[in-house]
């Protein structure tokens, strides 16, 4: 029974590529949520929903930016991917305290 | 900002062992996150807690609202229990994001 979904378990692009990172979650959730996970640094949030077509950002969102054109899906885009965006990317939605992740997005860019 | 600090980063325990990770934060919450982080990626949420103590199987999660503490102790430790265990806060006042601390990072040996 999975709940969030990310399209991709792993990626490589090459440095200036456009990337998209896709998640859906099946739980008819409002809030959803990007974070990157890098080594000593534990999840960093980068952007989040509370809402469609609203974003805000987190604490990182330089590099990024997001899309939320229906409830259940918000994607997160490198309009050119750089050799530092390498990283996990981990989707999240929650409602009522509840929070329920994806399984991850290791991207690496070349 | 909320500070969420994580003891040990690393830990190493005999199959058996009674397991204890720590979790400290800086300002009032309205609910504390342990998750369970397994290799390959994908984040499961294991408890939330606004007090008191909850049990699941050989799990225990504790927190102490006026310490601003909360504690994760495994029983009967066992080599699939290892993972990283990650804390995480949810502030009040109607906001839904999490913070993270940076996890810690579990080895259970046979």
């Known amino acids: 029974d999975v709940k969030v979904t990310q399209s991709s378990r792993y990626l490589v692009k090459r440095t200036g590529e456009k990337v998209f990172l896709e998640c859906v979650q099946d739980?008819?959730?409002?809030?959803m949520f990007w974070y990157r996970q890098d080594p000593g640094l534990g999840l960093r949030l980068i952007y989040f929903s509370y809402d469609v077509k609203m974003k805000e950002k987190g604490d990182i969102p330089e590099g990024y930016s997001v899309s939320r054109e229906k409830k259940e899906r918000f994607s997160l885009i490198l309009e050119s991917a750089s050799t530092n965006q390498t990283s996990m990317y981990l989707c999240a939605s929650t409602q009522n305290g509840e929070a329920f992740f994806g399984q991850g997005t290791r991207l690496t860019v070349v | 900002k909320n500070e969420v600090e994580q003891s040990p980063q690393n830990l190493t325990a005999q199959e058996g062992e009674f397991i204890t990770i720590n979790c400290s934060y800086s300002?009032?919450?309205?609910?504390l996150h342990w998750l369970q982080q397994h290799p390959g990626g994908g984040i499961v949420s294991l408890f939330m807690?606004?007090?008191g103590k909850k049990k699941h199987g050989r799990l225990i999660a504790t927190i102490n609202i006026q310490e601003k503490h909360s504690s994760l102790h495994i029983t009967a430790s066992h080599p699939r229990d290892s993972a990283v265990y990650i804390c995480?806060?949810?502030?009040?006042?109607?906001?839904?994001?999490?913070?993270f601390g940076k996890g810690t990072h579990l080895i259970i040996q046979p």
């Open positions: 739980m008819d959730h409002e809030n």
């Open positions: 995480a806060v949810r502030l009040g006042g109607g906001a839904d994001g999490l913070t």
């Open positions: 807690l606004s007090s």
């Open positions: 300002v009032g919450i309205s609910a």
